[in-house]
């Protein structure tokens, strides 16, 4: 489920930070930004049934747990500073 999250809140911050360059593009997604909400509440609701089906409530806590450690470990060790970021030309 993570990657898909990942995937949605990128295209959301990407098409945000970009709307000069996105308007003269020929790909047209219509649906923006709407469609990415509805996906990632319907994500929720799985991970929502995933609690209440006996047999992946576990998963789900796992998941959790591991998605904590990692976060963690992350934050921990400094991985999250960044370098210095560099202007593309474009």
Not at 27 to 52: D, E, H, K, Q
Request: hydrophobic share 55%.
């Amino acid at each position: 489920m993570v990657p898909w999250f990942v995937i949605l809140i990128s295209q959301l911050r990407f098409r945000r930070a970009h709307k000069a360059a996105i308007a003269s593009h020929p790909f047209r997604s219509i649906l923006f930004p709407w469609a990415n909400y509805v996906t990632m509440a319907f994500l929720i609701c799985v991970l929502i049934g995933m609690y209440f089906n006996e047999d992946t409530r576990m998963s789900l806590f796992v998941g959790i747990i591991f998605m904590l450690a990692v976060t963690a470990i992350y934050k921990v060790f400094g991985l999250n500073r960044h370098g210095k970021a560099h202007k593309l030309e474009e």
